[in-house]
């Protein structure tokens, strides 16, 4: 059984930065692929980045490359989503998921948060 807890949410200005969060329960954390999802009001919920168990693979949706980062902290339980040069199109809820396997840019994670409101204002 694996929990998460995001954090890190808030409000920003276009072209600023946020880092969210993303603190797992369990010993098994470093054995999982983690996730971001972000779900805009009245839209899907879409895949936004992946992360390999070790680190050593990421993958990005297209529209967040070269402003987004994922990284991750075995040692500390925690997933992160450096977010650069923020738009208002950015503002979502940005849910962390864990699955055990290969990243994936799918829904089918094992785990989820809760969930952290990213607001962009223009």
């Known amino acids: 059984q694996v929990q998460l807890v995001e954090s890190g949410g808030g409000l920003v200005q276009a072209g600023g930065s946020l880092r969210l969060s993303c603190a797992a329960s369990?010993?098994?954390?470093?054995?999982?692929?983690m996730g971001w999802f972000r779900q805009a009001p009245g839209k899907e919920r879409e895949f936004v980045a992946t992360?390999?168990?070790?680190?050593?693979?990421?993958y990005y949706a297209d529209s967040v490359k070269g402003r987004f980062t994922i990284s991750r902290d075995n040692a500390r339980n925690t997933a992160y989503l450096q977010m650069n040069s923020l738009q208002p199109e950015d503002t979502a809820v940005y849910y962390c998921?864990?699955?055990?396997?290969?990243?994936?840019?799918?829904?089918?994670?094992?785990?989820w948060g809760q969930g952290t409101q990213v607001t962009v204002s223009s």
């Open positions: 998921a864990a699955r055990f396997g290969s990243p994936s840019d799918s829904y089918d994670y094992n785990y």
């Open positions: 369990g010993r098994t954390f470093s054995s999982a692929a």
């Open positions: 992360i390999s168990a070790s680190g050593g693979r990421t």
